[in-house]
């Protein structure tokens, strides 16, 4: 485990997933990452790559050769490396290899960066191709924070509240893990999504293009909340495991297989192609002056 901290916030990431495990607010005293209670689920931050969510039948072709991937790819189970540290900012990285290339058949180098600021936390995916033909990848986060998380409260005093008045519809799951033909509606011109544990028994949230940038998670007991911006990823997960408490904010540059795919991945929705040594970024962050 490796810990970063300043005067307002400590953070831990370990390096198997490089994932972030904890966000503790000092002076609130609040711990804002979900636990890993594995009677719910065990993770608490997982790093999405080289796809996000499910495969039709986990498997996609490629230059006319099959190849299987599971949910959300290898990269959550995979070890990092810190390549670099400093008094504001970890770096871990994880690098194509023998067993890789087997799943996925490109050279990539994966840097997976946590930038502290005074009152706020960026979290930068760095993929840099590291072949010599074009690559085909996804890449996204999955934060799951702590719901409630100021005592006395309960989770239903908890919601979302986005920076723009959104009219969007929710993309059902399959129980195969894929993208429904037609969307559901949710959103009806509102900014606001109350919090309720059934939300999620349909599994999540799937939005696609929605105008906000950015998304408050607030309560109606209290003035404790975070300021969560996903600026430049096109779609958005909202979940969570059936009766926890958290809620997952996950922002993706990716999306499921529909249930129509032709599983090519070069064809498959969302997804990005990067050249030979060119370098992909997104960032989100999490602040608390809201």
């Given at each position: 485990m490796f810990i970063l901290q300043n005067d307002m916030l400590r953070i831990t990431v370990k390096e198997k997933g490089a994932e972030l495990v904890s966000l503790y607010h000092k002076k609130d005293a609040i711990?804002?990452?979900?636990?890993?209670n594995p009677a719910f689920w065990a993770k608490h931050s997982p790093v999405l790559f080289p796809i996000v969510g499910a495969l039709k039948n986990d498997t996609y072709y490629y230059n006319n050769k099959l190849y299987h991937l599971s949910r959300h790819g290898f990269a959550r189970d995979r070890q990092?490396?810190?390549?670099?540290?400093?008094?504001?900012?970890?770096?871990?990285?994880?690098?194509?290899?023998?067993?890789?290339?087997?799943?996925?058949?490109?050279?990539?180098?994966?840097d997976m960066i946590y930038r502290l600021q005074q009152n706020g936390l960026?979290?930068?995916?760095?993929?840099?191709n590291t072949g010599s033909g074009n690559m085909y990848f996804s890449v996204g986060g999955h934060p799951a924070f702590s719901v409630p998380f100021v005592e006395g409260t309960d989770y239903n005093d908890y919601y979302?509240?986005?920076?723009?008045?959104?009219?969007?519809?929710?993309?059902?799951?399959?129980?195969?893990?894929?993208?429904?033909?037609?969307?559901?509606?949710?959103?009806?011109?509102?900014q606001k999504l109350p919090l309720r544990k059934?939300?999620?028994?349909?599994?999540?949230?799937?939005f696609k293009n929605l105008r906000s940038r950015k998304v408050r998670l607030l309560s109606n007991r209290h003035n404790k909340g975070i300021a969560f911006d996903f600026a430049g990823f096109p779609y958005l997960g909202i979940w969570a495991a059936k009766d926890a408490d958290f809620v997952c904010i996950e922002p993706w540059c990716g999306i499921a297989d529909p249930v129509t795919s032709?599983?090519?991945?070069?064809?498959k929705e969302g997804i990005n192609r990067l050249a030979p040594q060119a370098v992909f970024e997104r960032s989100w962050g999490v602040g608390f002056e809201i």
């Open positions: 711990e804002y990452i979900w636990s890993g990092f490396t810190l390549s670099a540290a400093t008094a504001s900012e970890l770096c871990f990285t994880l690098e194509s290899d023998a067993g890789t290339l087997q799943q996925f058949p490109f050279e990539f180098k994966l960026t979290v930068m995916y760095r993929v840099t979302l509240e986005f920076n723009e008045p959104e009219l969007a519809g929710r993309w059902p799951i399959s129980a195969n893990g894929l993208i429904e033909n037609d969307s559901a509606p949710l959103l009806v011109n509102t059934e939300l999620f028994y349909r599994d999540a949230l799937v032709n599983q090519q991945l070069p064809d």
